[in-house]
């Protein structure tokens, strides 16, 4: 394995929609050689900018290190070749080991069964050398090995974070639909915010989106809250060297009192969304308020006057949660959102297309993202001044067909 100073290639693997976040943060970060593919960026770096990769990169899920490609047309084929590896390279016969497989080709169609054959190959290497050979354990093995299988084209890397860097370890409360962490990053850095200006998440759930803002604005690392990477028991791991490069990171942490407010409808929830806050020790940054968001009068929760405040939110979909009336709710939403938030720009995720037409607010921006399996738009809403005022005149004048004016408001820049 490499010494701490020489590059070598990586992968990041992120969800699909975030890859150009994802770049631009390697970048910042300092990696070199950065190429984007679909859902995964490549790059270049060495071991301490491997080990800081995987503890500040907000929009990865997973840092692999590859460390062998070849070409394949049957499993016979992949035994053999994972069996060239020199695995005690990696790993001791005591430890333990998992294999992860993601598939995208003609030749093959079970990603399972691939993976089987490869930890034959692995255990089989062990077994004829020693008499006795490593164990699996699928959830905090010593390595966890990844192959990636396109076409005939198989590449066997190293995982480097174990568990998926979405797992952040601060969230311990979780609701029946919460965000992935990952998610709620991209959501904040795609809408641009400016990690001053108030952020308001109205249905806030467990409080990710929040959470994930005030550890941007106040650059807390992303993984400053994990127990556990997958290097910290490679064979190379060097402690030292990932002493300085955390303690380098948490050097950057400020303290600035953000204005980051969410707000829950359910006790329950909102006193989960507090415990995570606490947690994750930004209870000064963040503010928990239990109310209906169309009772929420966001004004009196703004202090600041320096910029233009933002809403981020991810309200049901009508998909995992059942609201009565999905249509009603997100006409509400864009009811409250017209009355309430003038001033705001406004972003709304959510995999419902016939609902999101009910919202009767035009979107001056739709990004296609992925939550889990469904896929979502990220919609942007410039909630002008103008709406308020043209929102009072309709109130004075109850019977005046309305909407259109407010439409028009909305759809001009
Ligand atoms: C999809 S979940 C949000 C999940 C959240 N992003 C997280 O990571 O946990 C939607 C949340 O909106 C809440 N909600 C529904 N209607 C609401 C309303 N009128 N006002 C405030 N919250 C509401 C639900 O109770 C639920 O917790």
């Known amino acids: 394995m490499e010494t701490g100073t020489a590059n070598y290639p990586m992968t990041a693997k992120t969800q699909y929609g975030l890859e150009d976040l994802l770049a631009d943060e390697l970048k910042r970060l300092g990696a070199s050689a950065i190429v984007k593919h679909n859902r995964a960026v490549s790059f270049e770096g060495d071991k301490g900018f491997m080990y800081k990769a995987n503890l500040c990169l907000r929009t990865a899920l997973r840092i692999l290190k590859p460390i062998k490609t070849f070409n394949i047309v049957n499993e016979e084929g992949l035994y053999r070749e994972i069996g ?6 990696y790993m001791g016969v005591d430890d333990t080991l998992a294999i992860d497989c993601s598939l995208n080709s003609d030749f093959f169609t079970h990603s399972q069964f691939l993976a089987q054959k490869a ?7 062990f077994r004829n050398r020693h008499g006795k050979r490593p164990s699996v354990d699928l959830d905090q093995p010593t390595l966890r090995i990844n192959l990636h299988i396109f076409k005939n084209a198989c590449t066997v890397s190293l995982d480097s974070s174990g568990e998926s ?7 311990t409360q979780t609701n029946l639909a919460p965000i992935n962490e990952v998610l709620a990053a991209g959501l904040i850095l795609l809408s641009g915010w400016d990690k001053r200006s108030p952020l308001i998440d109205p249905m806030c759930g467990s409080g990710t989106i929040l959470i994930e803002a005030a550890m941007i604005a106040n650059n807390i690392p ?3 809250f994990r127990k556990r990477f997958g290097f910290e028991s490679w064979k190379d791991f060097e402690p030292a060297l990932w002493d300085t490069i955390f ?3 948490i050097d950057k942490i400020s ?9 829950e409808i359910i006790p329950e929830i909102a006193e989960m969304a507090k415990a995570n806050v606490l947690g994750s020790k930004v209870e000064d940054t963040v503010k928990i308020v239990c109310s209906s968001f169309h009772d929420f009068e966001p004004w009196e929760h703004i202090t600041k006057t320096t910029g233009k405040p933002i809403v981020i939110m991810n309200p049901p979909y009508g998909e995992r949660l059942e609201p009565e009336n999905i249509k009603e709710l997100y006409k509400s939403i864009g009811d409250t959102l017209k009355k309430k938030y003038a001033g705001c720009d406004a972003w709304v995720i959510t995999s419902n297309v016939e609902a999101m037409k009910s919202l009767g607010i035009h979107a001056t921006r739709k990004i296609s993202l992925y939550n889990g399996p469904l896929e979502c738009k990220f919609l942007k809403f410039s909630m002008y001044e103008g709406t308020r005022k043209v929102h009072k005149l309709k109130k004075e004048t109850p019977n005046e067909e309305n909407a259109a004016g407010e439409e028009r408001i909305e759809e001009t820049p």
């Open 119 to 125: 930890k034959d190959a692995v255990v089989d290497q």
């Open 255 to 263: 303290e600035e009192n953000q204005q980051i407010t969410g707000v």
């Open 84 to 89: 060239k590896i020199n695995w005690e390279d």
């Open 247 to 249: 303690n380098a990171a």
């Open 222 to 224: 992303s993984g400053y």
């Open 165 to 171: 860097l979405h797992k952040r370890g601060y969230r």
